[in-house]
């Protein structure tokens, strides 16, 4: 699943960036990012394996997390705990995440027909 993947690699460089975030910050905004980090990670990994019902719940679970990810990224950034590079780095790889989720949770709502279970 390259989505996984892509996520897979945003986080690693967040886990990269992260030792040189000052601790009061890794403590508050670091701890934020890398749980909607790895909330994303794990439901786009079981999307991949869900029926559709499931499956379409879980991306939007994920691009629920990716988007206060990339929120709270945007704040570590803004508030000096990040670099201009850093944050351009993982920024970049979640933005390109996030289209690749959107993408597939569209798929997936074509393929699903109506009713299938979804309230």
Do not use: C
């Amino acid at each position: 699943m390259p989505v996984v993947l892509k996520l897979k690699e945003a986080y690693i460089a967040w886990q990269q960036a992260l030792p040189h975030v000052a601790k009061a910050r890794r403590q508050t905004v670091g701890a934020r990012i890398d749980g909607a980090l790895l909330d994303t990670l794990e439901h786009a990994f079981r999307a991949g394996y869900a029926s559709s019902a499931r499956k379409l719940e879980a991306l939007e679970y994920s691009i629920e997390k990716l988007d206060a990810a990339k929120f709270f990224l945007l704040v570590g950034w803004e508030s000096d705990a990040l670099t201009n590079a850093q944050y351009v780095r993982i920024a970049g790889l979640l933005v390109d995440a996030s289209k690749m989720l959107v993408g597939w949770k569209a798929y997936v709502e074509k393929k699903t027909p109506v009713g299938d279970g979804r309230k």
